[in-house]
């Protein structure tokens, strides 16, 4: 067991990210296509919602590995999928503010936990949280613009993971209008999450002008 941990320690964090996201993206998928499913055959249309959250957060990982096998690691080759991570967040993110409307509008009651899992769910949210704004502190010191768009989306799923800690600190203060106060924080770390998405979309387009006139000026010393 110690050996193992000691092999994983070693173990670049660009080796790391890839294996987290490899095992999250598929729960992604998975738990997104579920979600979907059982919304259509209850014909709940905040389940679907959901659902097509999670897998936009399940894409937009799997559009860091396209990126990184296509990209080779030049930064120029990797600013288009840099946009097409910025574009899944916000389509996420409009997903998740419909999501969390059921809240505010219908007051749908909150989940309650037992104390191991409220307890389970907070720490982890904090860790995720932490681990995801250092990840990006570290991309962008190496210049990663890939590993910064992944990064960015765990963070988002930090702040997601955060609000069902809200939830159950909620449920457990027994608060009257824990529903709607849960859903209004929801909306708010939704609207964040689209301002990240915008923020990575249009750092794609000032990259891609700032490229632009050595590529211009390349083809025609060709000619």
Not at 100 to 110: A, P
Request: with cysteine.
């Amino acid at each position: 067991m110690i050996r193992l941990w000691h092999r994983f320690k070693s173990i670049s964090p660009r080796k790391k990210a890839r294996l987290f996201s490899t095992i999250t993206m598929i729960y992604n998928f998975v738990s997104g296509g579920l979600k979907i499913f059982f919304g259509l055959i209850s014909s709940y249309f905040f389940a679907v919602i959901s659902g097509a959250y999670v897998l936009c957060i399940g894409m937009g990982k799997r559009i860091y590995f396209h990126g990184r096998a296509k990209s080779g690691g030049v930064l120029r080759k990797e600013i288009k999928y840099y946009r097409q991570i910025g574009i899944i967040i916000f389509t996420g993110a409009i997903c998740y503010i419909i999501a969390m409307l059921r809240y505010v509008s219908f007051l749908e009651e909150l989940k309650r936990y037992d104390v191991l899992t409220s307890i389970a769910l907070c720490v982890i949210s904090f860790v995720e949280i932490t681990l995801a704004v250092s990840g990006i502190i570290r991309a962008r010191k190496d210049k990663d613009l890939l590993m910064e768009g992944l990064k960015f989306i765990n963070v988002i799923t930090s702040l997601v993971a955060l609000i069902t800690t809200e939830a159950v600190l909620l449920t457990w203060l027994r608060i009257g209008n824990a529903s709607y106060v849960n859903g209004a924080s929801g909306i708010l770390i939704g609207l964040v999450s689209a301002g990240i998405g915008v923020t990575l979309f249009t750092k794609a387009n000032y990259l891609d002008k700032k490229f632009a006139p050595k590529i211009i000026y390349a083809s025609n010393h060709k000619k």
